[in-house]
């Protein structure tokens, strides 16, 4: 069984100290009210949320996983997950930050990451019942009619609905101008809204069947019969799973239901289902054939609460593979006894195990600091009352997503088995909980866009297609905040690295658009080294800037000895990668040859 202890210090640290949220949002529309003490009371809540109802559900919940009823094609979760999601839902956290017009409290989004990543390190596979939820009412809200968001919005805001995506197809995974569900026009309801029959197979559908709320609410992607060939013929559909009256009360069963519950390799209690639609009522959401637009709110969103699902099993798993080392006597020093009182040493005075150790830490805070400066800017984007300063920090946020999903997400590999690796054979044993987060974090990668395809993404269309606008920007910061402290004593060992770095980025990123422009194969062979160069970098920033904020006011002074250090380790070890993917990309799509 493993322990969990909500990063509150860190968390306030990197949200008020390094980036400076509080003076941000309470100049934001509608943020007056934002202040350290609301946003610290709604942290303190959420830690102890997740330590005392989430986290002890973790291991049980793996071990006994989801029930599927062949019969009704229902399924029953957990033990105790029942209990965790009335008790969340009670708390008001279903609509932590939705508008306040449909039930929400709109507080802040960094916020809504910050409680996510908590919850999320409590038992990720019950977080991810409520968290799909997010992308839905988001899509409703910007794309939905005003009777949708009222019918179908605002009991999902109130925790008595749940919500879904529904995409992928056995045929159609990442290509969804490949799939082929249907909709068909059919008479409207008894309240004159349009209703179409919508009928295929989803797959891969992550909390499509559950006993926790009262009804689901699924937004699936399906074509008309008018659709362009390929993704520009895709519409976006609102399927509940009980069909719902005028009033909201719930009226027959639709005929949705899920045939199976897929056998995989982690996130056991979460019921990632196959969803078989068969003429369920549905109504369009959006403009016909405009369901991608839709798609894209719900994906952006969900790719960042993915990145922060990465930190946080990494969080975890730093948390107990550091108990571990300290506790566990183990062989002697190399410099002889540091115990001499002891049969043994800790593990702690091994070199190697300190790297595993700080390479974990140098990961999750530096994830951390990224994710909540990803969403610090979405609220800028949707907040600020300069129209320029909202262009401008979108334009910040559709670079950032790739790297934050895709970096956090793969870090997190690493993070987990080094943690396994700190516990030896005693990682592989299931009892003491690291191999489930091993197994756990290897869907992140994949779902939401695989690793590649943030990659492609970002070099693709951030970069050539949207001609680098937010790389400008994000560059433009790192090299103002090393001007700002060229002259710093405290951080000479990291400024000057990290301006030979940023340089370096912008050069490699202009030459390789040079040579995509010149053979299109060049970005397939580039993107994904691409993405670890331009995250090692964004990481070394954000670390800089921690530092940065210890010296100016840290929690204590060991706090600012560990980032000091912490910083250090990463400047001297890990930033150095970037060497090593910058020559793969030179090295061009000539070193990948045809296979037969």
Not at 80 to 102: D, H, Q
Request: with cysteine.
């Amino acid at each position: 069984m493993t322990a969990y202890k909500a990063p509150l210090d860190d968390l306030r640290f990197a949200l008020f100290d390094v980036l400076g949220a509080e003076q941000t949002l309470t100049s934001l529309q509608g943020g007056e009210a934002h202040s350290r003490d609301l946003l610290d009371a709604v942290l303190d809540e959420a830690g102890r949320l997740s330590e005392q109802l989430l986290a002890p559900t973790n291991a049980p919940a793996d071990a006994e996983g989801c029930h599927y009823d062949k019969a009704t094609q229902t399924v029953t979760t957990p033990k105790g997950f029942k209990e965790a999601f009335k008790a969340f839902t009670e708390g008001g956290w279903t609509g932590l930050t939705n508008p306040e017009t449909y039930g929400g409290q709109a507080l802040p989004g960094v916020l809504g990451i910050a409680t996510t990543e908590i919850f999320q390190s409590g038992n990720l596979a019950w977080s991810l019942y409520p968290l799909l939820s997010e992308g839905a009412t988001h899509a409703m809200e910007l794309h939905g009619e005003e009777w949708q968001r009222e019918r179908f919005m605002k009991p999902i805001v109130a925790g008595r609905w749940t919500g879904t995506m529904c995409l992928t197809e056995p045929q159609a995974g990442s290509d969804l101008g490949l799939l082929k569900t249907r909709a068909e026009p059919a008479a409207a309801d008894a309240d004159g809204h349009a209703v179409y029959k919508i009928s295929g197979t989803k797959i891969f559908i992550s909390a499509g069947e559950h006993d926790l709320a009262e009804n689901i609410v699924h937004l699936v992607l399906a074509r008309l019969p008018d659709a362009p060939e390929g993704s520009r013929g895709i519409s976006m559909f609102i399927v509940p799973k009980f069909k719902v009256n005028e009033d909201g009360s719930l009226g027959a069963r639709n005929t949705v239901a899920a045939g199976a519950i897929e056998h995989k390799m982690g996130i056991h209690a979460c019921s990632t289902c196959v969803m078989n639609f068969d003429g369920a009522d549905g109504y369009l959401i959006g403009k016909p054939h405009k369901g991608l637009a839709a798609m894209f709110t719900m994906m952006n969103a969900a790719r960042l609460s993915v990145g922060v699902q990465g930190l946080a099993l990494a969080e975890r798993a730093l948390q107990n593979s550091l108990s571990y080392a300290r506790e566990r006597l183990q062989s002697r020093s190399l410099s002889g006894p540091k115990f001499p009182d002891k049969p043994a040493d800790n593990l702690l005075v091994q070199p190697d195990v300190r790297r595993m150790l700080l390479t974990q830490r140098a990961f999750v805070e530096g994830s951390r600091a990224l994710l909540l400066y990803t969403a610090l800017q979405t609220d800028i984007e949707h907040r600020a009352a300069d129209e320029a300063a909202r262009q401008k920090a979108g334009e910040l946020v559709a670079f950032l997503i790739p790297i934050a999903k895709g970096m956090t997400t793969e870090l997190a590999q690493e993070c987990t088995k080094e943690a396994l690796q700190i516990y030896g054979g005693h990682g592989y044993i299931a009892e003491n909980g690291m191999e489930q987060f091993v197994r756990d974090a290897r869907i992140i990668t994949l779902y939401e866009g695989t690793t590649g395809i943030q990659a492609a993404d970002l070099l693709g269309r951030k970069i050539l297609q949207l001609q680098g606008v937010g790389a400008k920007h994000f560059l433009q910061e790192i090299s103002t905040f090393c001007q700002q402290h060229s002259a710093d004593e405290s951080l000479r060992s990291l400024i000057g690295p990290l301006a030979v770095a940023t340089k370096e980025w912008s050069e490699l990123t202009v030459s390789l658009a040079q040579r995509v422009a010149a053979n299109p194969e060049e970005l397939g062979a580039a993107a994904t080294d691409y993405l670890y160069y331009s995250g090692y970098v964004t990481l070394a920033y954000l670390w800089a800037r921690s530092v940065a904020a210890a010296e100016a006011g840290a929690p204590s002074a060991a706090f600012k000895q560990a980032k000091r250090d912490t910083a250090a380790f990463y400047f001297a070890r890990i930033l150095p990668r970037t060497l090593t993917h910058k020559a793969a990309i030179e090295a061009g799509v000539t070193t990948l040859p045809e296979i037969a």
